[in-house]
C-alpha cells in the first residue's frame, strides 16, 4: 500500500528536519523539532528520535547543551540544496510553525517572572517587562500564598503588554492636570 503525504523515508525526515532547523532561531529540542516538523501524517515520533542522532554524527546538527540541537554549516548547505523537495503545503505549515515558535521564545525572553517566599507565609512575586532596549517594567506584588503567586505569574506572562499599557496609559491620562 502506497503511504500518502510526503514523508516517504529518513531522507525525508532528515530534509524536513534541516529545513526547521535552518529557520529556527533559538536550540530545539527533540520534542519541539517533532512538533515544528509534524506536518505530515506520515512523521512519527520515532523517525524523528532516530534521524537526530544520526544527523548528528553525519555533521548537520550539533547539541549545544542537553537535549538541545541547532543545525550546523554543513546543514545549512545541505538544507538549502534540500528543500525544494519538501511539498509546499508542508513547507508553508512547517515555516508559519517555526515562526509561531520564534514570536514565543523570544516574548518569553522579554517577559519574567520570578516568585519569593518570605517568613510570614506569603510570596513576593517580581514581574517584568523587557525590550529590546533593556527594562520597561518591574512589579512587585504580594500574595497571601504559593498558589496565587503562581497565579499571578502565570496571569502576568500571558498579558504582561496589556498590565504595561494600562498603566501607562492610567499615569499619561491625568498628565494635563497636573
Given at each position: 500500500m502506497q503511504r500518502l503525504g510526503f514523508i516517504h523515508d529518513m531522507l525525508d525526515v532528515k530534509v524536513l528536519i534541516l529545513f526547521v532547523a535552518a529557520r529556527v532561531?533559538?536550540?530545539?529540542?527533540?520534542?519541539?523539532?517533532?512538533?515544528?516538523?509534524?506536518?505530515?501524517?506520515?512523521?512519527?515520533?520515532?523517525?524523528?528520535?532516530?534521524?537526530?542522532?544520526?544527523?548528528?554524527?553525519?555533521?548537520?546538527?550539533?547539541?549545544?547543551?542537553?537535549d538541545k540541537y541547532q543545525i550546523t554549516e554543513k546543514g545549512r548547505e545541505v538544507g538549502g540544496l534540500t528543500e525544494d523537495s519538501i511539498a509546499f503545503t508542508v513547507k508553508q505549515r512547517a515555516e508559519n510553525a517555526v515562526a509561531r515558535f520564534n514570536r514565543q521564545i523570544r516574548r518569553s525572553s522579554y517577559v519574567k517572572t520570578q516568585i519569593i517566599p518570605r517568613d510570614q507565609g506569603d510570596c513576593s512575586v517580581i514581574m517584568s517587562l523587557d525590550d529590546e532596549m533593556g527594562n520597561l517594567m518591574t512589579l512587585e506584588l504580594l500574595a497571601p500564598d504559593q498558589r496565587q503567586a503562581t497565579r499571578l505569574g502565570k496571569l502576568f506572562e500571558n498579558k504582561a503588554e496589556t498590565v504595561y499599557n494600562l498603566i501607562m496609559t492610567e499615569l499619561l491620562d491625568g498628565e494635563e492636570e497636573v
Open positions: 532561531n533559538y536550540p530545539v529540542s527533540c520534542q519541539e523539532i517533532y512538533e515544528l516538523c509534524y506536518q505530515d501524517d506520515c512523521l512519527s515520533y520515532f523517525d524523528v528520535c532516530t534521524a537526530i542522532p544520526e544527523m548528528i554524527s553525519s555533521g548537520h546538527l550539533q547539541e549545544v547543551e542537553e
